[in-house]
């Protein structure tokens, strides 16, 4: 059963930093695609970041330059590192990974197993 588990979330002024984490379990980690997405209230879940099973990295547009995806393989850990927070990066954060009959397509990845999210929060 593939598990993962999010934390790291919080509250941050404009100009922070928050680095998430997402511990996966259940499955073999260094096979798949990882990624970060978001859900502000209101609105659709967007993608952020993914890192692919060659730890190639890809990043929205959004976030590019101030958010960084990666992973240590011996902790089955997924990383989000972000930078100069914005009010608009608001949102909960999903950690994500791939699966066969996943219904989320983000940069050539299927994504299928979901967390519970962690809540980010940015005050101006």
């Known amino acids: 059963q593939v598990q993962l588990v999010e934390s790291g979330g919080g509250s941050v002024q404009a100009g922070g930093y928050l680095r998430l984490s997402c511990v996966a379990s259940?499955?073999?980690?260094?096979?798949?695609?990882m990624g970060w997405f978001r859900q502000a209230p209101g609105l659709e879940r967007e993608g952020v970041a993914v890192?692919?099973?060659?730890?190639?990295?890809y990043y929205a547009d959004a976030v590019k330059g101030r958010f960084t995806i990666s992973q240590d393989n011996a902790k089955n850990t997924l990383y989000l590192e972000m930078n100069s927070l914005k009010p608009e990066d608001t949102a909960m954060y999903y950690c994500a990974t791939d699966s066969i009959d996943g219904r989320t397509w983000y940069f050539g990845c299927r994504f299928g197993y979901w967390g519970q999210g962690t809540q980010v929060t940015v005050s101006s």
């Open positions: 890192i692919d099973s060659t730890s190639r990295t």
């Open positions: 259940g499955y073999a980690y260094r096979s798949r695609c």
